[in-house]
């Protein structure tokens, strides 16, 4: 079945950088756009970055210039590097797996906690 | 920026009909996904492209649309369904999703 694993949240002070990695497998990974969408603590979804099968490549205005999305076909892997981390970045990181061009999430990873705190 | 709107808050009693709504500019234009979040999981997709529902989502689940409001309507609303659900959209500069809405089933 498809299957989505994130892993690299934890504790990190602000202005530090912080590497997520997502594990694919169950689909050929290469034909999907692939997604990080974020949920702060008790409040709703935001979507952060997603990335195309040829890598086209978008972000949200609120991560733009200090997070990186990137893909590795070869290891099934989504990968999102973020720098400069504030406050604010905290939240739960999700992977998502992209049905359609311009189109749905599903499925969705169970999520890694990043904590931006002195 | 781009917005959609949802109720905060919607309850039901089990049994009758729920429906949420998502509003937004031009959303006639634009095809709408809803996720369901039950609380301490990962969301889930419940209905795409404004009104198709993916496989495993019970039939009780449909979605419509009129004009630039998107609807999420829960049919025989059981107490498993009581959840946070959220609307999403695509515009020009990425993707939006709605604040979410609180269902309560009591």
């Known amino acids: 079945q498809v299957q989505l694993v994130e892993s690299g949240g934890g504790l990190v002070k602000p202005g530090r950088s912080l590497r997520l990695s997502c594990a694919a497998s169950g689909f050929t990974f290469s034909d999907y756009y692939m997604s990080w969408i974020r949920q702060a603590p008790g409040k709703g979804l935001e979507w952060v970055s997603y990335?195309?099968?040829?890598?086209?490549?978008y972000y949200a205005d609120s991560v733009k210039g200090r997070f990186t999305i990137s893909r590795d076909n070869a290891k099934n892997s989504l990968y999102l590097q973020m720098n400069s981390l504030r406050d604010e970045d905290t939240a739960v990181y999700y992977c998502?797996?992209?049905?359609?061009?311009?189109?749905?999430?599903?499925?969705w990873g169970q999520g890694t906690l990043v904590t931006v705190s002195a | 920026s781009y917005e959609l709107t949802q109720p905060p808050s919607v309850s039901v009693s089990p049994g009758q009909t729920a429906s949420i709504t998502c509003s937004g500019d031009k959303l006639g234009d634009k095809y709408v996904c809803w996720y369901q979040q039950q609380p301490g999981q990962s969301p889930v997709l419940v209905m795409y492209?404004?009104?198709k529902r993916p496989s495993g989502i019970p039939e009780r689940f449909s979605g419509s649309k009129s004009g630039n409001t998107v609807t999420l309507t829960i049919s025989g609303t059981q107490a498993m369904d009581e959840a946070d659900y959220y609307c999403q959209a695509w515009d020009s500069r990425g993707v939006v999703f709605g604040g979410g809405t609180k269902l309560t089933v009591l």
């Open positions: 492209q404004d009104s």
């Open positions: 998502v797996r992209v049905g359609d061009v311009s189109g749905w999430f599903d499925p």
């Open positions: 990335i195309g099968d040829s890598g086209s490549i």
